[in-house]
């Protein structure tokens, strides 16, 4: 199995400045890298596959990078809304397991 | 309007069995696999189970596997999931996913396992 290891675990951003989401897999995942973002009492929202593609509908200002082992998720300017749990996921390789997530809380 | 609704959840004892659904609408539900993810009280997401658009391949999790399994019935767009021998740690919100990219972009909107006497 894969092994999918976020960073931080929790990251406290003030509205308006940039976060900066890392994500690590344990062997290459090639460029199959999703982003999740998971509000509370809500299912998880499809942000990023592809490592970089965004999912329809999601704002310009999330944006994902990386490939092979080290990827990375970009919220250009916090809105209020953007506060929540991130999950990235590989989906290379059986199973398509998750990160633990990353709590993005207002500073 | 593409969906996926579960039902099935609720309170069953240590031991005890339970079914979940996840009917599907709005794409065509036999060309994809489907997934099952759970996500226990305040933590995060784990993948439990999947099966392939015809029904001959499926994958479960070492923490379900011989306790659980899962179907799918492609003529009533219907994803399945027969929990036994049901434990604490099975207590989750169960989702059931899919997509046409390899990443999950159809969430249904979960239901609640409490397992507890």
């Known amino acids: 199995e894969i092994v999918m290891t976020q960073s931080p675990a929790t990251l406290s951003v003030s509205p308006g400045e940039r976060a900066t989401l890392s994500c690590r897999a344990s062997?290459?995942?090639?460029?199959?890298l999703a982003w999740y973002q998971q509000k509370p009492g809500q299912a998880p929202r499809l942000l990023i596959y592809?490592?970089?593609t965004r999912a329809t509908g999601i704002p310009a200002r999330f944006s994902g990078s990386g490939s092979g082992t080290e990827f990375t998720l970009t919220i250009s300017s916090l809105q209020s809304e953007d506060f929540a749990v991130y999950y990235c996921?590989?989906?290379?390789?059986?199973?398509?397991?998750f990160g633990q997530g990353t709590k993005l809380e207002i500073k | 309007e593409v969906q996926l609704v579960e039902s099935g959840g609720g309170l069953v004892q240590p031991g005890g069995s339970l079914r979940l659904s996840c009917a599907a609408s709005?794409?065509?539900?036999?060309?994809?696999?489907m997934h099952w993810v759970r996500q226990a009280p305040g933590k995060g997401l784990e993948y439990v189970s999947a099966?392939?658009?015809?029904?001959?391949?499926?994958y479960y999790a070492n923490s379900v596997k011989g306790r659980f399994t899962i179907s799918r019935d492609n003529s009533k767009n219907t994803l399945y999931l027969q929990m036994g021998s049901l434990r604490a740690e099975d207590m989750a919100v169960y989702y059931c996913?899919?997509?046409?990219?390899?990443?999950?972009?159809?969430w249904g909107q979960g239901t609640m396992v409490t397992v507890s006497s």
């Open positions: 709005g794409f065509t539900f036999s060309s994809y696999a």
């Open positions: 099966i392939s658009s015809n029904g001959g391949s499926t």
């Open positions: 996913a899919s997509g046409t990219t390899g990443a999950f972009d159809i």
């Open positions: 996921q590989q989906y290379n390789n059986w199973p398509p397991l």
């Open positions: 592809g490592a970089s």
């Open positions: 062997q290459s995942v090639s460029s199959n």
